[in-house]
């Protein structure tokens, strides 16, 4: 393992002792014949996959059910016993809901590929004292890395010598600004986000060069690390999966026990044993609805389509309905809750009074849409020539690109530039081909300035931009629109005020300044950098999205909390989060988190608060405290540093645009549109599906235990045998499946996003489902049996069984407009708004009429025709079913109308 090779974390040492720890040379790099060896010893730098599930073990999963050894069981006694055709079509419905199952879980784990991914394939190094490129996979510890703007960091390193390097980190760490690394060596303590003296795999240099030598590969990589979170993340069970799986075992205990009851008391009364064994296949065939796992896969997979027009789509069936669930969402800041594209938003020019003007900057991002505003009115920057000068300075003082590409603005280097070049093209400012640049000053982490030396009509102009508090003492004149005037102590004052309180609000501040000198100057630094003139300040900042603070309301008003966890700054966070709408309390960084036990923690919990400079433990840690609590999570992001939490959350959501490769394999559900909004109407889409899937269960359940209590009063009363097995299955599966599938297409039913949650721990099923389920299925099953005896005392046994047959399925079709909606009577969600239940009503009874008709299926169904009269009867004794369930649900919305 290479974290042998270290008794203290690199960063800690001094550049010496690191390149004697690893034996190498920051001017000759490795020996080739010293890499090769090190290539064995350590391996290729690439991340591995620990552990792989077989398509085999899912598929075989599928078949490890209690329903499913019933049926299967079913099935053997019917071939037993000669009834091959029955045990044929049992057969056929076990391999079918198989393989439903099977395609909604074959689905590969490919976080580990998409982590890959994020390394170059090429890098430079130095080797036998020579720069040579290689590929990413042969770079082993002690290589010297030579990097530069542009390139992906190839693996974990150790910073040796740099010039003006910063690196965008924010896939891994979540900081939105570029970071500035040197080489000094750093604490034991410092975070993740603080080691400035080193570089990491998959991150991108966005300004200078460097060289670093290679600490960590592969897996013992940062990278390496998260990609190892992402796979010992164990995927729990959704909540629908679970209740589903309780509600077949229940059934399969009645299943058992109903059938065994049953026939043993239908042999103790003399019934014949062939019978009664086929009477308990009905019993137990009736009792298990072998279309629910059909039924729920495909309302879930209609529901995928629904989501997709909501700009959401998921990667798991059941992630809708889990969504719907949802009672915490934890959301990244960067990229998520902000656009991740730094934006120019306010500038502070002088005036000649000695006080500052304060413009306004609209637009967001990249895109050069937008305009110079102050209280409301637009600026007219033509003639505004202190706005002027100033962008024009923080232009030319500029490494970074924007550019437009595929109706996409794109940037190229450091973000907080690029944010300056976007505010001179709201000007329609560009950078001139006359200009000629003599000499430039660049950024570091000591100077905290960067000094570009223009040469214009035959003198120099020196343009800088940096820290306030490094330049603010420079600065003795102020430009007032034409001339340069002296800079006061009270207007020194007045910036330094100013830019404190922008800092505040979670703006990144850069003062810009300039300065006129004759050709024949010293261009030193010192003596460039001095009696500088005031052209203002720039607030920068990662804008929120547009979107989000009505997204927020709206969750908050479904009952659902908020948490920001971000790897930015603290002060930053806060800002963002008031900017929203969110009402944080405190603020946690990763280091306290780190320090408060899981007692505190769930404490913290419990109030509105951000957490900010978070790892991807942190973030692991507060998902797993959360569903601790019994909150449903869904964990939103972006980054390479948010794959764990998504994978561990009840539902993770990547950002689809966006978002990094790694955390959209890792996610339940993909944001096209990367709006957060997109996730309150991913929400409405699961309590729709869930309300859908509670009006198909109970419908469901309310034929099959019509169809009990049909078959068991039948055998009881020591009639001959009601409904055969394959009838059963016809109704089951044929007849009630379609209705099902419909019910699962109802619309959103009013309110549902003004009710809390429905609670991880709540029954599918509620005492009043129960009581309803057993209500209406009483009905149906008598009414079968009333049916059945008529035909016994008036026609043959073959036309009695055939009534019994359609009568039920009559009952059990009428019965499905009882659940089109499980608080609203007809009138109010309107009779035709949902058309698939008419249709599918329609076709089912269709298919009825020909099982009676057509000859080759009334003899594999074992029916006769039936005349007008009959018919007359059958709906006349199903209409009831439906009468009275909707004058009760009538009544109860006039006392309570939603």
Request: aromatic share 6%.
């Amino acid at each position: 393992m290479q974290t042998k090779l270290w008794k203290r974390p690199p960063f800690t040492m001094s550049a010496k002792e690191i390149l004697s720890l690893l034996k190498t040379n920051l001017d000759t790099g490795l020996p080739t014949e010293e890499a090769n060896k090190r290539l064995e010893q350590f391996g290729h730098n690439t991340l591995k996959s620990i552990r792989k599930e077989r398509w085999y073990h899912i598929l075989l999963r599928q078949f490890v059910d209690v329903l499913i050894f019933i049926l299967l069981a079913a099935a053997i006694v019917s071939w037993l016993i000669g009834e091959k055709s029955d045990t044929i079509v049992i057969v056929m419905i076990v391999l079918l809901n198989g393989v439903l199952g099977f395609i909604q879980e074959m689905k590969a784990e490919k976080s580990i590929e998409a982590l890959r991914k994020m390394v170059n394939p090429h890098c430079v190094v130095i080797r036998d004292g020579e720069q040579i490129t290689i590929s990413a996979e042969d770079v082993v510890p002690g290589d010297i890395l030579f990097l530069e703007m542009g390139d992906r960091v190839p693996a974990d390193a150790r910073i040796i010598e740099s010039i003006n390097l910063k690196v965008d980190e924010s896939t891994l760490t979540g900081e939105s600004v570029s970071v500035l690394k040197n080489t000094e060596a750093l604490p034991e303590n410092t975070p993740l986000a603080k080691q400035s003296n080193m570089v990491f795999m998959g991150t991108v240099v966005t300004n200078g060069r460097a060289k670093a030598v290679v600490t960590a590969t592969g897996m013992n990589s940062e990278l390496g690390r998260i990609a190892y979170l992402t796979q010992t993340v164990s995927q729990e069970k959704s909540n629908l999966q679970k209740k589903l799986a309780k509600v077949g075992k229940q059934l399969a205990i009645l299943s058992i026990a109903v059938s065994v009851f049953v026939t043993i008391i239908g042999i103790i009364t003399g019934k014949p044993i062939i019978e009664m064994l086929l009477a308990g296949i009905s019993l137990a065939v009736a009792v298990v609805p072998e279309g629910l796992p059909a039924v729920v896969t495909i309302t879930l997979a209609l529901g995928i389509r629904a989501m997709v027009k909501r700009k959401a789509l998921l990667r798991r069936l059941s992630a809708a309905e889990t969504l719907g669930s949802a009672s915490v969402i934890c959301t990244d800041k960067t990229g998520t809750l902000t656009k991740n594209e730094m934006t120019v938003k306010k500038i502070l020019l002088p005036r000649e009074d000695h006080t500052l003007e304060s413009i306004e900057v609209t637009g967001n991002g990249y895109d050069p849409k937008g305009h110079f505003e102050q209280k409301g009115e637009r600026v007219d920057y033509h003639n505004h020539s202190r706005l002027k000068t100033l962008l024009q300075s923080a232009m030319i003082c500029n490494h970074a690109k924007v550019s437009k590409e595929n109706n996409e603005w794109k940037a190229i280097g450091e973000p907080t530039e690029a944010a300056l070049i976007v505010a001179a093209y709201k000007a329609w400012l560009s950078k001139g081909e006359e200009e000629k640049i003599i000499s430039e000053f660049s950024f570091n982490s000591d100077r905290k300035r960067m000094s570009v030396i223009e040469q214009r009509n035959n003198q120099y102009l020196v343009h800088t931009k940096g820290a306030p508090e490094v330049l603010l003492p420079r600065i003795t004149r102020i430009f007032n629109g034409e001339n340069e005037i002296p800079f006061t102590e009270e207007m020194r004052q007045k910036v330094d005020n100013a830019y404190r309180e922008l800092a505040e609000q979670g703006l990144r501040i850069l003062l810009i300044a300039r300065r006129t000198l004759p050709l024949n100057s010293s261009l030193s630094p010192d003596e460039v950098e001095k009696e500088l003139t005031f052209l203002g300040l720039v607030g920068i900042m990662d804008p929120p999205r547009e979107e989000g603070p009505k997204a927020i309301e709206v969750a908050r008003k479904a009952h659902i909390r908020i948490f920001m966890i971000t790897g930015d700054a603290k002060e930053t966070a806060l800002a963002i989060a008031k900017q929203i709408g969110l009402e944080p309390k405190t603020a946690i960084t990763g280091t306290e988190i780190d320090s408060l036990s899981d007692a505190d923690l769930k404490d913290i919990l419990k109030e509105e608060a951000v957490f900010a400079r978070t790892t991807p433990e942190h973030k692991l840690r507060l998902v797993k405290l959360l569903q601790e609590q019994d909150k449903v999570v869904a964990m939103t992001g972006d980054g390479v540093n948010d794959a764990p939490a998504l994978k561990k959350a009840d539902i993770g959501i990547a950002m689809g645009k966006r978002g990094t490769e790694v955390a959209r394999q890792a996610a339940d559900m993909i944001l096209t549109d990367d709006n957060f909004a997109s996730i309150v109407g991913a929400i409405e889409e699961g309590r729709r599906e869930y309300d859908n899937i509670q009006k198909f269960i109970r419908y469901l359940l309310s034929s099959n235990f019509g169809e009990i209590v049909a078959i068991a009063l039948n055998i009881l009363w020591r009639g001959p045998l009601i409904l055969l097995p394959v009838q059963i299955l016809w109704m089951n599966l044929v007849t009630d499946g379609m209705t099902a599938i419909a019910l699962g297409l109802e619309p959103a039913e009013k309110g549902v996003m003004d009710r809390p949650p429905h609670k991880p721990q709540e029954a599918i099923l509620s005492k009043k489902a129960m009581f309803i389920i057993l209500a209406l299925g009483t009905y149906i099953g008598l009414g079968t049996l009333f049916i059945f005896h008529y035909g016994l005392k008036n026609f043959s046994l073959e036309k009695a069984q055939t009534l019994a047959f359609t009568g039920i399925i009559v009952l059990e079709k009428i019965n499905v407009f009882n659940f089109r909606s499980l608080r609203q009577p007809m009138y109010t969600i309107g009779f035709l708004s949902n058309p698939y239940v008419l249709i599918a009503w329609t076709i089912t009874v269709g298919l009825q009429v020909l099982a009676v008709y057509v000859p080759f299926l009334q003899k594999a169904l074992h029916t006769v025709a039936l005349n007008v009269q009959d018919w007359l009867l059958l709906f006349l004794i199903g209409i009831p079913i439906f009468a009275v369930t909707e004058f009760i649900k009538m009544i109860s919305h006039r006392k309570k109308p939603i």
